[in-house]
């Protein structure tokens, strides 16, 4: 069997976020954003915490009036991954945040004008801190969407690049770019588009992508057919509801493209007349009593005793079960029989013991 070619990435120029390098050679970065009121303090710190745990490696928080800015103080001491302030139309909450340890502000230009734009990159600078440029259809310059006839890619575009010219006449290039729609091939497009004609780092994602499996087809076609082709530098999947849940389908996008071997890799067959066990629910509970997991392992979760094993030989280890009984197999050879009741304990006993062993 061949081996899988490496997906060849468009250099951009790196920059800081926090202590996060975002471009360049660094690793495809993580983000997500809480769900929490930020003026909340203590609720805010638990769901990054959670967050972080999941594996997120940056964070974003909602902004919405001076007591939100000022409770970033306080987070910010207590949370160990770096900070971002997510900004709509304020030029002094912005200052604010970054005043009060944010490490990053995300504005969109579009909706502050020049002058206020100004304001910003001089308290960044003086911060040491990045920025965001968010371009989005509810942010494209008037007259770019009458010029293009709404929100297209092209407008998208055109905006990003008027921003990211002034902001770089300022002498400041500490700062990614996003070019978010819900439509995906207009993402894609204005992705492609703008990659050709900067080498700032590109922040990927479908905006108001839905639930969890709305999301999950989104971003898999938007944010996976860029990467596939070298575009991004760090991403965040949007999911309506518990943000926990973007980490499990970010991280999956990027193992499936073999850009990240970061936690589980948990296969499982679609199952067939053939299948004699509640596959569904094993699958089910492996996945969660793995949650949290760092470390890369290919896991198998097979319904067929005799073809399962053969069908999943690439699987650093896996479970296949049949009724009463099933088998633990390593890289397709069988170790040890297992009785089905048991087959998730010693499944996840292996992983520990596995996990140990290359950690010495």
């Known amino acids: 069997m061949g081996e899988r070619a490496e997906i060849a990435r468009k250099k951009t120029r790196q920059i800081r976020v926090g202590a996060v390098p975002v471009g360049g050679d660094a690793p495809v970065a993580v983000q997500s954003m809480t769900s929490t009121d930020t003026r909340d303090v203590e609720a ?64 969109n230009p579009g909706n502050l004008g020049r002058e206020k734009i100004r304001e910003i990159v001089a308290a960044a600078k003086a911060c040491g801190a990045s920025l965001r440029i968010g371009v989005n259809s509810g942010s494209v310059e008037k007259e770019l969407l009458a010029k293009h006839g709404g929100p297209c890619a092209e407008a998208l575009v055109e905006s990003a690049l008027g921003s990211l010219a002034f902001i770089e006449d300022l002498g400041f290039r500490n700062f990614k770019l996003s070019l978010k729609s819900s439509d995906v091939p207009t993402m894609i497009r204005a992705y492609r588009q703008v990659s050709e004609k900067t080498d700032c780092p590109l922040h990927l994602g479908v905006t108001e992508a839905g639930s969890v499996l709305a999301s999950s087809i989104k ?12 575009i991004g530098d760090t991403i965040r999947v949007s999911v309506t509801g518990d943000p926990v849940v973007e980490l499990t389908i970010a991280y999956g996008i990027l193992r499936a493209l073999g850009l990240r071997k970061v936690g589980p890799d948990i296969i499982a067959c679609p199952t067939c007349g053939r299948c004699e066990i509640d596959l569904s629910g094993l699958v089910d509970e492996v996945e969660k009593r793995l949650a949290g997991m760092k470390e890369y392992l290919k896991i198998a979760i097979m319904g067929c005793v005799v073809n399962g094993p053969g069908e999943a030989a690439e699987a650093d280890i896996g479970i296949a079960g049949g009724r009463g009984l099933g088998i633990l197999f390593k890289r397709g050879k069988p170790v040890r029989k297992v009785k089905e009741g048991e087959l998730v304990e010693v499944l996840l006993q292996e992983i520990e013991r596995m996990k140990s062993e290359r950690g010495t």
Request: charged letters at 30%.
């Open 44 to 107: 805010t710190i638990r769901q990054i915490d959670r967050l972080e745990k999941a594996g997120c490696e940056i964070i974003r928080v909602a902004i919405l009036d001076e007591e939100a800015a000022r409770a970033l103080r306080a987070i910010r001491k207590a949370v160990g991954i770096p900070l971002i302030a997510d900004i709509h139309f304020s030029r002094k909450l912005a200052i604010a945040s970054l005043e009060n340890g944010a490490d990053a502000v995300r504005v």
């Open 219 to 230: 971003s898999s076609i938007g944010i996976g057919t860029l990467l596939h082709e070298g």
